[in-house]
């Protein structure tokens, strides 16, 4: 069996998953594997850049059969998966009444069904190896609800909900489940917001900045590192919810 530790990072082309990739890449000691679909051109420049110490792997995390060939080849090349770590994910700003049922399945499918997904291929193993780490990336807003966001926050609780539920139940397997909900951060993700409204969020962020990437992978770094944390929601946001 490989002895460095095997880390699975999903919707890592990009984002917040680039900077996961770009922290954890820095051990030697581990291997990460770098899920993405879409952004392809991405994924091969970050693979390019980082060399041997990653993989890159292609699957789309609301497809199931697509998700178990991807833990199949992992297992079967390295014995084993040690982290797990659910980032892929999606927003959209609508009112409430325009979000169509379309919007909301896509939402759920991509930020909670996913980590459904994962999870149930990635757990026989990490049972059988009585070891694992599980991050789910959620929000801010999965905590505290955002306005025009009702369907992204609702996937984002799900998953506070399904990781606390999970922490107890594997916990006697030595497999831990935490949640990172970041406030935030600057991504393509939050670029739809104006610069005015970017202002106000630093006004009213005590530590007076939005977050990077680097913020919440450096957190994802301890969580893999630390062996008595389970059930934990941690959200860096520099202060702007406390």
Same mark, same amino acid.
């Given at each position: 069996?490989?002895?460095?530790?095997?880390?699975?990072?999903?919707?890592?082309?990009?984002?917040?998953?680039?900077?996961? &990739?770009?922290?954890?890449?820095?051990?030697?000691?581990?291997?990460?594997?770098?899920?993405?679909?879409?952004?392809?051109?991405?994924?091969?420049?970050?693979?390019?850049?980082?060399?041997? $110490?990653?993989?890159?792997?292609?699957?789309?995390? *609301?497809?199931? %059969?697509? /998700? +178990?060939?991807?833990?199949?080849?992992? !297992?079967?090349?390295? #014995?084993? !998966?040690?982290?797990? /770590?659910?980032?892929?994910?999606?927003?959209?700003?609508?009112?409430?009444?325009?979000?169509?049922?379309?919007?909301?399945?896509?939402?759920?499918?991509?930020?909670? *069904?996913?980590?459904?997904?994962? *999870?149930?291929? &990635?757990?026989? $193993?990490?049972?059988?190896?009585?070891?694992?780490?599980? %991050?789910? %990336?959620?929000? /801010?807003?999965?905590?505290?609800?955002?306005?025009?966001? &009702?369907?992204?926050?609702?996937?984002?609780?799900?998953?506070?909900?399904?990781?606390?539920?999970?922490?107890? #139940?594997?916990? @006697?397997?030595? /497999?831990?489940? $935490?949640? %990172?909900? @970041?406030?935030?951060?600057?991504?393509?993700? $939050?670029? +739809?917001?104006?610069?005015?409204?970017?202002?106000?969020?630093?006004?009213?962020? @005590?530590?007076?900045?939005?977050?990077?990437?680097i913020d919440i992978a450096r957190c994802v770094k301890w969580l893999i590192e630390d062996e008595f944390t389970t059930g934990q929601v941690i959200s860096p946001n520099g202060g702007w919810v406390i």
């Amino acid at each position: 069996m490989v002895h460095k530790k095997v880390i699975l990072i999903t919707g890592a082309a990009r984002g917040i998953g680039k900077g996961i &990739v770009e922290e954890l890449s820095k051990n030697s000691e581990f291997i990460i594997i770098a899920n993405y679909n879409k952004s392809e051109k991405e994924a091969i420049k970050l693979k390019e850049r980082i060399g041997e $110490n990653i993989e890159i792997y292609k699957a789309d995390v *609301t497809n199931k %059969i697509e /998700i +178990e060939d991807m833990m199949n080849y992992i !297992i079967d090349k390295y #014995e084993k !998966i040690d982290v797990l /770590i659910n980032n892929a994910g999606i927003s959209q700003i609508k009112m409430f009444n325009d979000i169509t049922e379309q919007d909301w399945n896509n939402m759920i499918a991509t930020n909670l *069904t996913s980590a459904f997904y994962t *999870t149930k291929a &990635v757990i026989n $193993n990490m049972i059988h190896n009585k070891n694992g780490c599980i %991050i789910n %990336i959620s929000s /801010i807003w999965g905590i505290v609800g955002g306005s025009c966001e &009702v369907h992204y926050s609702t996937a984002k609780a799900g998953l506070i909900g399904m990781s606390k539920a999970l922490a107890k #139940e594997l916990g @006697p397997s030595n /497999i831990r489940v $935490n949640v %990172i909900a @970041p406030g935030d951060i600057d991504t393509d993700m $939050n670029r +739809e917001l104006s610069s005015e409204s970017i202002e106000e969020i630093k006004k009213e962020t @005590p530590l007076g900045r939005i977050g990077r990437p680097i913020d919440i992978a450096r957190c994802v770094k301890w969580l893999i590192e630390d062996e008595f944390t389970t059930g934990q929601v941690i959200s860096p946001n520099g202060g702007w919810v406390i």
